[in-house]
């Protein structure tokens, strides 16, 4: 018996694709470019795509065998925040993505578990699984404004560029204090 998942999707969602227009022969190929919102939670705890921000869509639907193959690049804007300073960052993402989707009783959808390959719903493909792997993978888990970023002073929070260079908190031990006031005096 072949292994589908119960939820049926929905074709006027932005990242349900509809093959009707694709025939069913190996070798037969469409292109389609859209332009998608991001769906909720697309990214880490400290950058991702906004909700809702536009995804470039740029994909190529293969005929194949046992089913459709879907490649192309995915654009689309990223936000967050630095992991040594906490400043905003703001920059793009640009990502590929190819994945299989089988047929409804292919080789492939008797031969593979269920999570190891798309699967098709009569004629529609969902995107969305492979779009958020592709992106959340190609995004930094600590994020940086910049390489050289020094992040922020561990004693007061500010951050280390806009400190002068001999900022410090050094810590006098109570058992030397006595000692430092003779430094002082000798000055």
Known sequence: M???????????????????????RPGVMRTV?????????LGLEMIGV????????DLRLE???????????VTGPIQGECGRCLRPITDSVV?????LYAYANSATDETTDEDEVGRMQGDLLDLEPALRDAVVLALPTNPVCRDDCPGLCPD??????????????QQI??????????TRQEE
Do not use: M
């Open 2 to 24: 072949p292994k589908h998942s119960t939820n049926h999707l929905d074709p006027r969602s932005p990242l349900v694709l509809d093959t009707r227009e694709l025939p069913r």
């Open 33 to 41: 470019k859209r332009v998608v919102p991001a769906p909720a939670d």
């Open 50 to 57: 906004p909700e809702g921000a536009d995804l470039d869509l």
């Open 63 to 73: 005929s194949v065998s046992e089913g459709v193959l879907v490649s192309g690049t």
């Open 95 to 99: 990502v590929d993505i190819q994945e």
């Open 156 to 169: 007061c929070g500010v951050h280390w560029d806009d400190l002068p260079a001999d900022h410090s908190h």
């Open 173 to 182: 031990d109570p058992r030397w204090a006595g000692l430092s006031k003779l």
